[in-house]
Structure formats: C-alpha cells, structure tokens
C-alpha cells in the first residue's frame, strides 16, 4: 500500500477565565485543504458542544473546566480522536466528564460514523452488542440496567487494531466504575467489517 503520512496536529487553548482551559487539536500542513477545515470545523465543533452540554443554563456556577483530548490513531490514512471535557460547578457533589470521539477516513475524505466501518445489511449492532456483553460478564461489571444492544449511533473511536464502543458516565455503570470502554479486535470482527473503510484499512498485515 502506498505511504501514508500521519496527520499533523498542533495543540490549540482557549481561555475562559480563571481555571477554565481547553485544549484542542487543529490539523495543519495537510494536502487537502478542503479536508483539513472540514477536520478542524468538526472539531471544533464539538469542543462546543461538549462545553455547551456542560454549561446549559448554568455558567456562572461554574468553577473549573477543564477540556482536553487523545489522539487515538493516526497512521493509514484513518485519524482518530477523543475530547473530554471535565467541568464542576459550585456546591455540586462532583465534577462532571464527558468524552466525544471523531473519527475520519482521510482516504475518503470525510467523517466516519459507525455503520461506515461495516458492511451493509450486517447486524453489526447485534455482533457488537454480543461481544460487549461477554466483555461485561467476563469483567463482572455491575450494570445499573440491563444492556441490551448498542446505539445506531454509539460512541466509538479506533486505535491501531482495535475497536473501542464506549459508554458516557452513568449511561451503563455507577459514576465510581468512570467510562465503561470495550475493546474489540478487527479481528474478531473481520467478516462483517468494510474492507474499503478505516477498520479494513487497519485490519490488514503489513
């Protein structure tokens, strides 16, 4: 397969104030300039969503932020990546983390959502949802419902060979386990996955 170079990524703060920064990542240098706004617009984008989501109708109890991110993978043209943002408030029991993930597949040009990584018509809800559900028996995690089957639009990110569905705080577990994460190899899902897509790409042995 031909080269492909890493995105370049520098490392952005937006200061609110006293106690409230965010760091962010921006793509810079890339071929594809098109690409490169629509990578950093998305993320942006939902920078503030995440601190939107935080503040609501309450910014002035706000007494940290912190906003911060991962980047999960970079290499055969698939880039990846976590932003987290932790906020408290005043007089609030604890602080509250929320972690939005972006993925893109820079050979195609655009964002990935999770019905992207596989083929079509596969159940792929179903077979994730299976493996998810072993996961959790297998680490005796303690659910606050019964799990079921995933989102249409789970939150998930890639790294190297790897698949992770993850879970915000309370949506699966108690606050004290923190982000109930599930990794899944390619491997185990090599049939059903996109041979053209970001998983296929990574799933190959070279």
Do not use: C, W
């Not at 109708?57 to 990846?80: C, H």
């Not at 659910?143 to 705080?169: E, R, S």
């Amino acid at each position: 397969m031909p080269i492909s170079l890493p995105v370049s990524i520098q490392t952005l703060e937006h200061n609110g104030g006293v106690n409230k920064n965010i760091y962010y990542p921006q793509a810079f240098h890339m071929d594809n300039h098109t690409l490169q706004r629509n990578i950093n617009h998305a993320i942006i984008h939902e920078v503030q969503t995440l601190i939107n989501q935080q503040i609501e109708d309450m910014p002035s109890t706000v007494v940290e932020m912190l906003g911060t991110y991962e980047l999960k993978n970079n290499q055969r043209n698939v880039l990846s990546l976590t932003l987290t943002n932790y906020t408290y408030h005043y007089h609030a029991a604890h602080g509250m983390t929320y972690i939005n993930a972006l993925t893109f597949d820079l050979e195609k040009g655009k964002k990935s959502e999770l019905e992207d990584l596989f083929k079509p018509n596969s159940n792929y809800r179903e077979r994730l949802s299976a493996i998810i559900k072993r996961q959790i028996k297998q680490r005796e995690i303690a659910l606050l419902d019964d799990f079921t089957i995933i989102k249409p639009d789970q939150d998930f990110y890639v790294a190297d060979k790897t698949l992770v569905i993850y879970f915000q705080l309370y949506e699966l577990t108690a606050y004290a386990f923190g982000f109930p994460m599930f990794p899944i190899s390619v491997y185990d899902i090599q049939d059903i996955i996109n041979e053209d897509g970001p998983l296929g790409r990574l799933a190959e042995n070279n």
